[in-house]
């Protein structure tokens, strides 16, 4: 169906704060790139009966293959028990909740990061909004913690807005491609948001668990492998919150990137800050907070020169071609 008038204004107003950190010269350089698709089909989910679907994958499955054009899939109040996968051959996908704390989306598969995610997108565009993603399989009691995802991100040009990522290990799986994460929560304990993408955390909250193993957790785990690699974390005005204790990160592959700049930290984080060595590229800018005293970091902690900052906090890094900016002028034809 076409999208009405109403639905038109309501998406434009719930997208216009995802979008206000691109800079004019961005919203310049999308303006003269094609402004299609538009958004095309609405479906509604909601598990009464009362709309088009009653779960998300349902929705999902009704999306042709290869569409050409927006999906504009709402999603009432609710916890919806089930694992949900976006395909490959189904881009421009946009999954709208109700609140983060009201539309929920929850699963316990474990022990293999390939096919444990709570949710699963493999898709190039794909968007969501207001929901949160959990894997409940640590909360139980188990004698051990063991891999098990809530979200696996694949697909390239992708953002999360207001969304929630909830677990204890491998929480978020932040596999390749361009990502824009603003104003979400993500939690976990032990290598909680790994990954080979090249995204932006921005206004994110980092929440720090106690987890089932002694000793500190880990935030990142970055999977940077090679020295022309692009890919990277940055977590640019964030708050790092929660219990017990953590490094900032540990490494993944031989040439991990992750920066933390202008961010809270409370004093969830040990004092070393880092668990690595000095190959790595790791960088805090800018932190403030009991947990941001670098007076006992490690001393091969990097110094980034003005030129490698600027590139890492702009929002060129992940949309130098203005994508991120395009999604909603694509979207409204504007």
């Known amino acids: 169906m ?10 434009l107003l719930a997208l216009f704060s995802l979008f206000s950190s691109t800079n004019s010269a961005t919203h310049h350089n999308a303006a003269k790139h094609h402004r299609k698709p538009q958004i095309h089909n609405v479906f509604d989910v909601d598990p009464s009966g009362k ?11 009704a999306v042709p293959s290869h569409n050409p054009q927006w999906t504009f899939i709402r999603i009432k109040k609710g916890v919806y028990r089930e694992q949900v996968s976006i395909p490959r051959d189904k881009p421009f996908i946009f999954l709208k909740g109700g609140g983060k704390d ?19 997108s493999y898709a190039d565009y794909t968007m969501a909004q207001d929901i949160s993603f959990v894997n409940s399989f640590n909360n139980g009691t188990h ?9 696996k991100i694949q697909g390239d040009k992708s953002a999360f807005h207001r969304c929630g990522f909830y677990g204890m290990q491998d929480t978020l799986w932040d596999v390749q491609g361009r990502h824009y994460f603003k104003l979400c929560t993500i939690q976990g304990s032990v290598d909680f948001i790994f990954g080979a993408s090249r ?11 106690e987890n089932l193993h002694k000793g500190p957790g880990y935030i990142t785990a970055q999977g940077r492998s090679g020295p022309r690699e692009t890919s990277a974390f940055v977590f640019k005005e964030c708050n790092i919150v929660g219990k017990g204790k953590a490094y900032l990160g540990r490494a993944w592959r031989d040439h991990a990137t992750v920066l933390f700049y202008d961010t809270f930290m409370t004093d969830v984080i040990v004092p070393q800050g880092w668990n690595a060595w000095n190959q790595l590229r790791f960088a805090e800018v800018k932190c403030c907070g009991r947990g941001a005293n670098a007076s006992k970091r490690v001393k091969w902690a990097n110094k980034l020169s003005e030129k490698e900052l600027k590139e890492l906090i702009s929002i060129s ?17 504007a």
């Open 143 to 151: 004698n051990r913690m063991r891999p098990a995802l809530a979200a």
């Open 51 to 61: 709309g088009h679907f009653k779960t998300i994958q349902a929705a999902i499955d």
């Open 199 to 209: 995204s932006l955390y921005e206004k994110c909250t980092i929440s720090i668990v």
């Open 317 to 333: 890094f992940i949309d130098g071609e203005g994508w991120l900016r395009n999604l909603a002028l694509n979207i409204f034809g």
């Open 2 to 11: 076409q999208i009405s008038p109403q639905l038109f204004l309501y998406t």
């Open 102 to 120: 009201n539309t929920i989306i929850t699963w316990d598969a474990h022990d293999s990061i390939a096919t444990s995610a709570t949710f699963s």
